[in-house]
């Protein structure tokens, strides 16, 4: 199989604060990951592109200083929310490439319900 | 610039009534197509990777197609726990692994 793993699953912090959530790859190993934030009833939002070993690749819109991506192993990349406000709160979900077959399958993790007071 | 198109946005069904979910795309060069379920407060549920018109794969009670221009994800005597969103998604030949999504639909199987 392809398991991947965020953790929290759920965090609430005050406006100001930072939150780090973490992506874990747990039987593959995964060069690259990406992360994504899901409003509701909305599909899902592409926020970066997370290479380990290498800085990540934001998309358009996305604050770079706010949204810190770490991705430092092969099974493991962070996303820390700096100064977290109200508008931050939002579904982050993560996913993971699994290389095989004719192309590479994202496998998703099971997301991170972020809430800022 | 990719996109992904799905209908109906929302679908009802009673459970054993059979129907289809159309995913259409414009895509310069697919390198592959997916389809996710859902579920409320989950992430993303890999199910299906489609690569060249005419393939088909199925699982279970769902059964993916894929043509030059659409997709459709057929599912037979649907029952309650089928319900969720499904997502489809490309992926472009020479892009960064990244997908496009399309908005999804939201099916629910009626008991």
């Known amino acids: 199989g392809a398991v991947v793993s965020q953790h929290p699953s759920w965090v609430i912090c005050k406006s100001g604060t930072s939150v780090k959530i973490e992506c874990r790859s747990l039987d593959f190993q995964a060069t690259t990951m990406f992360w994504y934030r899901q409003f509701p009833k909305q599909s899902l939002m592409l926020m970066a592109t997370?290479?380990?070993?290498?800085?990540?690749?934001?998309e358009q819109g996305v604050e770079k200083d706010k949204f810190l991506i770490n991705h430092a192993s092969l099974t493991l990349s962070t996303l820390t929310v700096t100064s977290a406000h109200p508008e931050d709160s939002s579904f982050y979900i993560c996913s993971a490439i699994k290389f095989g077959g004719d192309t590479d399958t994202q496998y998703f993790g099971p997301g991170t319900r972020l809430t800022v007071l | 610039e990719d996109q992904v198109t799905q209908s109906p946005e929302a679908l009802r069904l009673q459970e054993g009534e059979s129907s289809s979910l159309n995913c259409s795309y414009t895509?310069?060069?697919?390198?592959?197509l997916f389809w996710y379920r859902q579920d409320p407060g989950k992430g993303p549920e890999f199910l299906f990777t489609l690569y060249s018109a005419g393939e088909e794969k199925e699982k279970e009670r769902l059964k993916a197609t894929l043509t030059k221009k659409e997709s459709f994800l057929h599912i037979t005597a649907p029952k309650p726990e089928d319900s969720a969103t499904y997502l489809c998604?490309?992926?472009?030949?020479?892009?960064?692994?990244?997908?496009?999504f399309g908005s999804g639909t939201q099916l629910t199987v009626l008991p």
């Open positions: 998604a490309v992926h472009r030949s020479g892009s960064a692994r990244q997908l496009t």
């Open positions: 895509v310069s060069g697919l390198r592959g």
């Open positions: 997370s290479n380990e070993g290498s800085k990540a690749t934001y």
